[in-house]
T-cell receptor, first 112, second 107 residues
Framework: GAGVSQSPRYKVAKRGQDVALRCDPISGHVSLFWYQQALGQGPEFLTYFQNEAQLDKSGLPSDRFFAERPEGSVSTLKIQRTQQEDSAVYLC??????????FGPGTRLTVT | EDKVVQSPLSLVVHEGDTVTLNCSYE??????LLWYKQEKKAPTFLFMLTSSGIEKKSGRLSSILDKKELFSILNITATQTGDSAIYLC???????FGAGTRLTVKP
């Protein structure tokens, strides 16, 4: 496809469940970012990949959050034992370098 | 701690007005400052600024960076209802975003 895609677009999880969010970046984009966006706030950086290497994971809020990009393309953000405060929109973005980023439509996670 | 502060948080204007949105920052290891427009879900790229004093322009939108005073402004002239959105500023040091400015343009 022409843009960044994310799936699922919406996810409802019961507290304590594990979830996996997928990001398909633009083909050839080296950099991939994950963000968490709460209602009324700007995106909060979670983690950054350059190809398959996770160069920065300083924004991951707890050890329940884990991200991978094993082949340097598709990335998965996994949240274990979800809690209500994890409810947010999770945005993925890709770029040729760290500059201009192309964002996906996001996954809205609701933890009940 | 690094921070990015946008002002105002919210702004309501009428079509044809000119608006100026502000973004100030305190970060280490500055690489660039980016502006995005967010209408529904995905932010879309507007500008990337790396050098002070050089205005970037795209149609009715323009932006400039002041690396000495650590701020950037985004100007929109002759606003239209389609400009209604949240405008986000981000600083590539640790990819920190501001909270955004919600712009509403009334007909």
């Amino acid at each position: 496809g022409a843009g960044v895609s994310q799936s699922p677009r919406y996810k409802v999880a019961k507290r304590g469940q594990d979830v996996a969010l997928r990001c398909d970046p633009i083909s050839g984009h080296v950099s991939l970012f994950w963000y968490q966006q709460a209602l009324g706030q700007g995106p909060e950086f979670l983690t950054y990949f350059q190809n398959e290497a996770q160069l920065d994971k300083s924004g991951l809020p707890s050890d329940r959050f884990f991200a991978e990009r094993p082949e340097g393309s598709v990335s998965t953000l996994k949240i274990q034992r979800t809690q209500q405060e994890d409810s947010a929109v999770y945005l993925c973005a890709s770029s040729i370098d760290r500059g201009k980023q192309y964002f996906g439509p996001g996954t809205r996670l609701t933890v009940t | 701690e690094d921070k990015v502060v946008q002002s105002p948080l919210s702004l309501v204007v009428h079509e044809g007005d000119t608006v100026t949105l502000n973004c100030s920052y305190e970060v280490t290891n500055f690489r660039s400052l980016l502006w995005y427009k967010q209408e529904k879900k995905a932010p879309t790229f507007l500008f990337m600024l790396t050098s002070s004093g050089i205005e970037k322009k795209s149609g009715r939108l323009s932006s400039i960076l002041d690396k000495k005073e650590l701020f950037s402004i985004l100007n929109i002239t002759a606003t239209q209802t389609g400009d209604s959105a949240i405008y986000l500023c981000a600083v590539d040091a640790d990819m920190r975003f501001g909270a955004g400015t919600r712009l509403t343009v009334k007909p």
